[in-house]
């Protein structure tokens, strides 16, 4: 195993066994609504930053659509306007495609010589419910924590390769998407806080990475959400909140 999982855990669900590896596990923390505030109007894009051809709204849902006739060259994101995220929860209900590739990015920054692009910390989703969950590094250092695991990185972290990510998904992986429902609407949860971050599905701790690497660690940036390079696909975000932590 590469040096990239300094530790490992395989987080406990039904009929199986927990496996922890080294470190200390922190209790997963409870979300109320007390403090969280609307990103997303529910009727307009108001406040965000987009390409037209992608992203709208319908029926009270932000939509982000490729057809057969807009088929992306690269990746696009809709980003929020005037919103930097340092500490923060989030919280945002999603609904995708089978084909659908999307994720909630982060402490980003903004590729200034390409519209709508970002470079930073993404919490994915797809309609296969193959990466959902994990924690990617986009136009970085890449897999950062595949789904189901804990990991600490460090400077000299080097990305698993493809094999060593489909070896990881089918150890851990499918297991954890039994609690991810496919073509339903689910929840997502971020919790950033210095430099850990946690992924949570429909409450369930999804991916968790302390990242040590001050050369690479982005400690705050700006929020977008993307549309993957693909085949057509169609992904829907709805009750937006966040709240900031102290």
């Known amino acids: 195993m590469k040096q990239f999982l300094i530790y490992c855990l395989f987080l406990p669900f039904a009929g199986t066994v927990f496996i922890h590896c080294g470190g200390n596990r922190q209790p997963q923390t409870t979300a109320t609504e007390e403090g969280f505030q609307s990103m997303f109007d529910g009727k307009t894009l108001d406040g965000w930053e987009f390409d037209s051809v992608y992203w709208s709204v319908q029926d009270g849902i932000m939509v982000g659509e490729i057809m057969p006739e807009t088929i992306l060259k690269r990746n696009s994101f809709i980003i929020k306007k005037d ?4 500490d923060f929860e989030m919280k945002v209900e999603y609904r995708i495609s089978e084909t659908g590739n999307s994720g909630l990015s982060y402490r980003n920054a903004a590729i200034d010589t390409l519209p709508y692009a970002l470079t930073g910390y993404q919490a994915d989703i797809d309609g296969r419910n193959f990466y ?11 897999f950062l924590a595949l789904r189901g695991q804990t990991t600490v990185i460090e400077t000299e972290h080097v990305s698993p390769t ?8 089918n150890l851990t992986g499918d297991s954890l998407s039994r609690h991810i429902k496919k073509g339903e609407w689910n929840e997502y949860r971020i919790i950033a806080k210095g430099n850990r971050l946690q992924h949570y599905i429909n409450d369930v701790l999804m991916s968790d990475v302390t990242d040590n690497d001050t050369i690479n660690r982005r400690m705050e940036g700006v929020f977008g959400v993307q549309v993957h390079v693909g085949p057509p696909m169609k992904v829907e975000y709805r009750n937006f909140r966040v709240k900031t932590l102290e």
């Open 162 to 169: 493809s094999k060593e990510v489909r070896e990881q998904f």
């Open 132 to 142: 959902t969950g994990q924690n990617y590094e986009e136009r970085g250092r890449q």
């Open 83 to 86: 919103l930097i995220l340092r």
